[in-house]
């Protein structure tokens, strides 16, 4: 606020100058500075707009200037300078195509200037600088390779400016952080060799920067991100004993820095962060038990940092991933009930987060992740025979209202089967409250993936047609017009089979299911087709045809197909054995 009402006093003061004599060109350029001074308060403090308009004032002023004196290098500087704060905000408020065209105007303007002015050394910094800005523009907007070719030439010129100025500290933190983009640049594309070297680079020069001040925590904390980069990328090539060198060098800084300043945020989220990966480290080495204990730590800071940071989205985010993070542990040692506690507690949070930040690029992915190891920990449970847990974990998922109908589908099972076995109590929500429920969620469903899962999680009982009819009819709209991946057809085939079936066409029902036989089904997709084959034929009065699907498919559901990725499929396929089953048994008895 003082910097701000400064500010403001010297606008006053530069203005009534200017309308004194308005060819002053020492009072417009005063003007100007100021003008893009508030701009850069306004920026960083918001409001936004007002800041555009500072940023346009200074920028006319600093335009008719730099066209009345050409030859005053100054102006040109300054009318480049702003551009580039001019590019930044334009990027912010989401304009990227004018921000790039602002920041191409201050690269042409430094480009003009760096030949005449080589003992310039700020203005071929700062040249480096609009390259760099225009690579990260390139990357947001998704062209890498337009991005590295940008930083590539920053780099050339920040490794002229570091040797021209071997102690000017400013221009070795820019030669490090261009190294480090471009091993990311390099990473992201999946160039891991050319990646690492340069992120070793990054490494050497913020060492040198290191030991010049012990005492600056900034450039420690540098350094453990760049150890902390080696570490990840070496994680990624499969390197793990390096990968956990990396990490330990980076622990060993970022413990000191969280000692040595407790309450700084910044520094506990490193440690917390690099804490994450050397338990992923391990879990990817079979170390389970270190891994745990990893992962634990980072719980601890995570939790702390969470609940003193209310209004903060991203530690809710961070604790809720590494919350899922031990929950994957708990279910690959069996341990499928805290899995599932800590799951529900990872999404809660991770709603929690995006209703700070309901914009976040990645809130669908890390919702998705938290919903799909949950799904693991559900199917665990059934595969252990504990419907009950399984059926109420089911039902804790669906109140969180999942966007991934898999999820549903999923879960669909889990209800049946709990409501076989007389676990689904009293007040509970059951299998036929969940059909209302997927039907409202996907109603208007486009994507035809969305619609044949959404059919075949409410077909799993006889009485279910009425509810899956919209969906069945847009199932087979796009099955006859064959809209539909080559993948997804005997699936779909064999949904509209069973959807034929419930809707009394025994016919049909067999006609589609062999339909999908004409496509290689999977295993089980194969025993769902039977199923329904062995119970449309018992309609038919095809006892020896009925007979013959349920032996084949008796010998399938027996198959060890327990993996849980697609053990809902066998849960289905089990249940429309039994229906398919006590038909055939009722037929043979009678």
Known sequence: EQALEAYQQAESIWERLVEGDPTANKFRAGWANTLHGIGILRHRTGPLDEAMERYQQALSIQKQLTKESSSVVQ??????????????????????????????????????????????????????????????????????????????????????????????TEYQLDLAEDQDFIGYLLERTGQLDQALQFYQEALSTRKRIAEEDQAVLEWQSDLAESHWAIGSLLKKSEKMEKALDDFREALAIQERLVHLN????????????????????????????????????????????????????????DLAGTL??????????????????????????????????????????????????????????????????????????????????????????????GERQGVTAGEQPGYAEFRERIVEKFDDATDITVVEKVCKACLLQPDSINVARWQGEALAA????????????????????????????????????????????????????????????????????????????????????????NYHDLLIAHILFKEAKDKVSESVKR
């Open 75 to 168: 102006y040109q500087i300054q009318l480049a300078n702003i551009y580039d704060n001019f590019g930044k905000l334009l990027d912010r408020i989401g304009q990227p195509n004018d921000a790039m065209a602002a920041l191409q105007e201050s690269l042409a303007i430094r480009m003009r200037l760096a030949p005449d002015n080589p003992k310039m050394t700020d203005l071929q910094n700062r040249l480096a600088r609009s390259y760099s800005d225009i690579g990260s523009m390139h990357f947001s907007m998704g062209r890498p390779e337009e991005a590295l070719e940008s930083y590539h030439r920053a780099l050339a010129i920040r490794e002229r400016v570091v040797e021209e100025n071997p102690r000017f």
């Open 324 to 417: 899922n993070n031990i929950a994957i542990i708990d279910v690959d040692t069996g341990r499928y009930s805290d899995a599932c506690e800590k799951l529900i507690e990872a999404i809660r949070l991770q709603k929690q987060a995006l209703a700070l930040s309901p914009q976040h690029p990645q809130r669908n992915s890390y919702l998705k992740s938290h919903f799909l190891t949950s799904c693991f920990a559900a199917m665990g449970l059934a595969a252990e025979e504990h419907w009950s847990e399984a059926a109420a974990f089911g039902r804790q998922l669906l109140d969180q209202a999942p966007e991934d109908p898999m999820v549903w589908l999923k879960i669909a099972p889990l209800l049946v089967i």
């Open 478 to 565: 796009a099955l006859d017009q064959g809209a539909v991946p080559k993948d997804f057809l005997p699936w779909g085939w064999g949904t509209r089979a069973l959807l034929a079936y419930r809707s009394g066409n025994a016919d049909l029902a067999v006609e589609y299911a062999n339909k999908s036989e004409e496509y290689d089904p999977a295993v089980l997709a194969h025993a769902i087709n039977l199923s329904v084959i062995a119970m449309a034929q018992h309609q038919r009065g095809d006892a020896e045809s009925a007979k013959r699907a349920l032996d084949e498919l008796s010998q399938l559901v027996d198959r060890d197909e327990s993996r849980l990725s």
């Open 262 to 317: 407790p309450d700084a945020s910044t520094f506990q989220r490193n440690l917390a962060t690099t804490y994450n990966d050397v338990g992923l480290t391990h879990k990817d080495m079979g170390h389970l038990e270190q891994a745990r204990e990893a992962l634990q730590k980072a719980v601890v800071i995570r939790e702390a940092l969470a609940e003193g940071n209310q209004q903060a989205f991203i530690y809710r985010s």
